[in-house]
Nanobody
Framework: QLQLVESGGGLVRPGGSLTLSCEVS????????IGWFRQAPGKEREGVSC????????TYRPSVVHRFSMLRDEANNRVYLQMEDLKPEDTAVYYC?????????????????WGQGTQVTVSS
């Protein structure tokens, strides 16, 4: 059974860092397209970054390109989102999602399997 479980969210001050983890079971992270998404209150869910089965990362949010990094840990079957220099506008529930396809746009409608999300709050 395919399952994704996010962790690592929390409250952090502006300028701080967090690393989110997505633990995957039921499939290998090297076989699926996996993405990180976020949804702020009152806003639509949006793509942050995706990694395909070949390990190629695509970051879809210009505002996070130089602050967020997506990593894949094949030994532990996890993907991570390293976030630095966090800003209040990064506050959202962060989700990981997976799809058994080689490549697709890093948008929510491309994905059918989702985790439950983890809350990230950036506030002083």
């Amino acid at each position: 059974q395919l399952q994704l479980v996010e962790s690592g969210g929390g409250l952090v001050r502006p300028g701080g860092s967090l690393t989110l983890s997505c633990e995957v079971s039921g499939f290998s992270v090297t076989q699926y397209l996996i993405g990180w998404f976020r949804q702020a209150p009152g806003k639509e869910r949006e793509g942050v970054s995706c990694i395909n089965k070949f390990g190629r990362v695509t970051t879809y949010r210009p505002s996070v390109v130089h602050r967020f990094s997506m990593l894949r840990d094949e030994a532990n079957n996890r993907v991570y989102l390293q976030m630095e220099d966090l800003k209040p506008e990064d506050t959202a529930v962060y989700y990981c999602a997976a799809e058994p396809t080689v490549q697709a746009m890093c948008i929510p409608s491309s994905f059918t399997s989702w985790g439950q999300g983890t809350q990230v709050t950036v506030s002083s």
